[in-house]
């Protein structure tokens, strides 16, 4: 059986640390509903925390604002068009190219294979194309919200998949899909 690798994102190959977006959706591509998730699933929050931990990650003033808090043992970085805005324990940036530059050189000097975009749907828009992988959460749900998330999944190649069932700590069956890009 194929399963996800342990820490795979410090595993990836020499060089520039990679982009990794890490997202959950429903079956027909909700991702949110009133600035919160749509759904309680303990082992994919656990599997966030065990990826994403110790790295940096970036993500858009609403996830910040639903979040309440930097994520600690994370270089939290915040996309924000608002002038002078302070956030505690995180570098708040103006624009999606300085978070991808900031999370690529924190990465580097930390000796970090990757960084990841944790959300929400305006800032995975605008980072997909720059992506190498995705930890792509799908959860075995329609469901209806205000926050989507498509992609060209022809692009993406599957690495590895685990299956979690519906059980008290989780609201819905779900898959944790590896992918990478495929290479042209
Ligand atoms: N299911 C998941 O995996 C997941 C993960 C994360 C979030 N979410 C959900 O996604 C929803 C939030 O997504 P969202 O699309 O509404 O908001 P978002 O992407 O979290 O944040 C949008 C904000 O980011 C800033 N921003 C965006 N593009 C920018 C740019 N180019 N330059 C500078 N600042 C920029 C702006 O902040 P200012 O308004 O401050 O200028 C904008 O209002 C929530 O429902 C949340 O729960 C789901």
Known sequence: MVTLKDRSADCGAQG????????????????GVNNSLPW?????????????????????RKTF??????????????????????????????????????????????????????GGADIYRQTIDRAEQMYLTVVDADVQGDAWFAFDDTAWQELARREFHQNDDNDWNFSILHLKRKTQ
């Open 40 to 60: 309680h699933l303990r082992d994919d929050l656990l599997n966030f925390k065990r990826l994403s931990s110790e790295h940096a990650i970036i993500m858009g």
């Open 16 to 31: 520039e640390p990679e982009l990794i977006l890490l997202l959950a959706m429903s079956r027909n591509g909700c991702i």
């Open 65 to 118: 604002d639903s979040i309440g808090r930097a994520l600690p043992n994370r270089h939290n970085i915040v996309v924000s068009r608002q002038s002078g805005l302070d956030l505690e324990g995180c570098e708040v940036v103006d624009c999606v190219d300085r978070a991808l530059e900031s999370a690529c050189a924190w990465s580097l000097e930390h000796e970090k294979r990757a960084y990841f975009v944790i």
